[in-house]
């Protein structure tokens, strides 16, 4: 220092006043106040930026509230609906024309006697028999698969009966078992089935079907998507237990094998309720004698008659005697 002059030193830094510490505070401080305040009233969180630097007034006045995620909306509720099945009494329909199919003919001989008596021939007899009962007793328009000993495809079967517009469809079959002892009586509607034997004989059965690769998918969903399994099903227990009755009482040995569900073709492709009735056993030697006379196989025809003259008259809520 020069006397009574202060020179300005340019080597040694010139501490600062603390009093610019002071005034920034006293304008800060009511600035977060305020944006507190507003967004306390508001509802809103501070935005992430605002931990690192005030904002302006002008930001902090118009901040808007952070968006928040909508959450998912909710399912609406949906009525759990089961259909009911339809009682046939609210629609008043009879029973006009049924379609009796005699298994096998031509060159398909089904199952074969030990005497060389085939399946063929005894369903076709019955088959006719019973065509001659129900016209002779009733008013009901009978259709027959076949009339002479002829093969008939299944798929024809099938065609058969949907184009005549039937309303019950009923083939008939003589079984053959492994053992020779047994004496049975069986009937089937259309079903899935785990019983082996039942497996066993539907694919017999349809061996010769006629369908191609393509036409089983639609055939197997019918299987299960079938709305008339709760109708052939009572058609089967009707007409199976009249066929057992009446021909236990000159069979005392006749096993009743009842009433069951398989797969068959010939009742998958129909339209109407169908049911394949097993009315003897071929690989007994005493019911293949039985069945070579006219007696038993008319027997057969008239306990089929009365058991299909009961199912309509309880269809009907009437005598039973078609429409």
């Not at 902090?60 to 009682?87: C, M, R, T, W, Y």
């Not at 010769?208 to 299987?223: A, M, T, V």
């Not at 004698?289 to 009961?310: N, Q, T, V, W």
């Amino acid at each position: 220092m020069v006397r009574g002059i202060r020179v300005k030193s340019f080597d040694r830094p010139r501490p600062r006043s603390l009093g610019w510490l002071r005034r920034s505070f006293l304008i800060v401080a009511p600035l977060c106040l305020l944006t507190s305040t507003y967004m306390i009233s508001t509802g809103t969180a501070p935005r992430p930026e605002a931990t690192t630097s005030a904002p302006p007034i002008s930001q902090a006045v118009i901040a808007q509230p952070v968006s928040v995620p909508n959450k998912p909306a909710a399912s609406p509720v949906v009525p759990s609906f089961k259909p009911e099945p339809l009682d046939p009494a609210v629609f008043p329909l009879g029973v006009k024309r049924i379609v009796l199919d005699p298994g096998h003919g031509g060159e398909e001989l089904g199952a074969v006697a030990s005497s060389g008596m085939a399946e063929k021939d005894i369903t076709l007899d019955i088959a006719l028999r019973l065509r001659r009962l129900m016209t002779e007793h009733t008013r009901f328009n009978v259709v027959v698969t076949r009339e002479m000993d002829e093969t008939v495809p299944l798929a024809k079967r099938a065609d058969i009966a949907n184009s005549s517009g039937a309303d019950i469809f009923i083939s008939i079959h003589v079984n053959s078992m492994n053992s020779r002892l047994l004496r049975t009586v069986e009937t089937y509607y259309l079903g899935p089935t785990k019983n082996p034997s039942s497996i066993k004989l539907a694919s017999v059965e349809n061996r010769d079907s006629g369908y191609s690769l393509g036409d089983y998918r639609r055939l197997l969903e019918k299987i299960y998507l079938d709305t008339r399994r709760d109708e052939s099903h009572k058609l089967a227990k009707v007409i199976h237990g009249e066929l057992y009755d009446s021909l236990r009482q000159i069979n005392g040995l006749l096993e009743d094998r009842g009433v069951k569900t398989a797969p068959f073709i010939v009742l998958v492709a129909t339209e109407m309720p169908a049911i394949l009735v097993e009315v003897s056993c071929l690989s007994n030697d005493e019911e293949a004698r039985k069945l070579a006379g006219p007696d038993y196989r008319e027997k057969i025809a008239e306990a089929l008659f009365h058991g299909i003259d009961s199912y309509v008259a309880d269809l009907n809520g009437s005598t039973g005697r078609g429409s």
